[in-house]
């Protein structure tokens, strides 16, 4: 069987996830992405209705024209998880393919969520919205001989999947986005049994593709646990300051943000949910019942609501609430940052705490904009508690791990730019591998001929 994989996005650049694998005649397609830096940098730029070729030749969404030179039939959409990088872009692409989006249930209800926003192309999707489990497969094409599977994964959002192809000449698996996470908050730590069964079944892996991120980072990612106790430590630290303590961190962190409200109640703070992203991801994921919130916790996504909310904690005294809002990276009209700002009726005051919990994406327009929200902040007397965060992706040790569960024939690095990929090839070449042979470093618009 002919096996083919075509590089859209992402692999110029961390963000506007999407990689096709053809076996025989059929197409899987994984992840359609939107990089989001593309966006800022531009102002008041609204997506939602933008044309798909304006987004593309802004580098925004992937170019997917690509897609023509593949001799096969759609059969599936699959993003492994519900990060704009790997969602964003299934609103202005997939109702090009005749075929039906498959992912998590959580990842499927923001998905929809995302088409429901779309403006431009709202009327042209008509594409089903498949849900399928982790330990889940399915048929793919008529011929029997493809499947797909979803093996579960732990990430910085919850009910994340690697997709495995399954074909008569072996696997392949989408590696990305995910850490090692034996203890987890929310969920089940991540299937290593299962990725080393996939490894060791048939004839194995016959390419293994993967997410690049920390790849020059020593040691192993910690747990989410590790996070959730440093952000207990760092709570009860400031439990008898009696001002104002505002935190923020990914509002599709939902795990991080249920131990924001856990710890909140511990020292007699009431927690609120502020920003539309805030509300969407938590409400979505208690909906789902990923995540019990206690009844009085409080969501507003709305502008009016939250200064309405604002004007109550003003009004009954900050040292009873503790908002978590949107804005860790400086969005300009993220929660934070308005507040930064005075644009709210939330008064910063000289010794007011300000957690962060996460850290700047390392790129030039997050980290400028996120260090202008600091400042800000420090000038109305702020105190800034920074990097209480693990990633979401795997480190070193945790690369060398998948590559001896999985033993695969090909290599294929993702996720990141040219510069970025240096660390992974020095790994795998470590540990076997070569360029041009069975380590295949490429950019944005290649194909990969795996098997003739």
Known sequence: MEIEIATIGGYEEVGRQMTAVR???????????LNLSQVLIHDNVETEKMHSLDLIDMGAIPDDRVMSDLEGDVQAIVPTHGHLDHIGAISKLAHRYNAPVVASPFTIELVKQQVEGETKFSESFDNDLVKMQAGETMSIGDSGNVELEFVHVTHSIIDAINPVVHTPEGAIVYGLDKRMDHSPVLEDPIDMQRFREIGREGNGVLCYIEDCTNAGRKGRTPSESHARSHLEDTIRSIEDYDGGIVATTFSSHVSRVSSI???AKDIGRQPVLLGRSMEKYSGTAERLGFVDFPDDVGMYGHRKSVDRTFKRIMKEGKENYLPIVTGHQGEPRAMLTRMGRGETPYEIEDGDKVIFSARVIPEPTNEGQRYQSERLLRMQGARIYDEIHVSGHLREEGHYQMLDALQPQHIIPAH?????????????ESQGYAMGRDLHVTRNGNMIQLVE
């Open 23 to 33: 076996a025989g005649d059929d197409v899987v397609i994984f992840d359609m992405g």
């Open 261 to 263: 409200v856990e710890f």
């Open 416 to 428: 990141q730019d040219l510069e970025g990929f240096a660390p992974y090839v020095d790994l795998a």
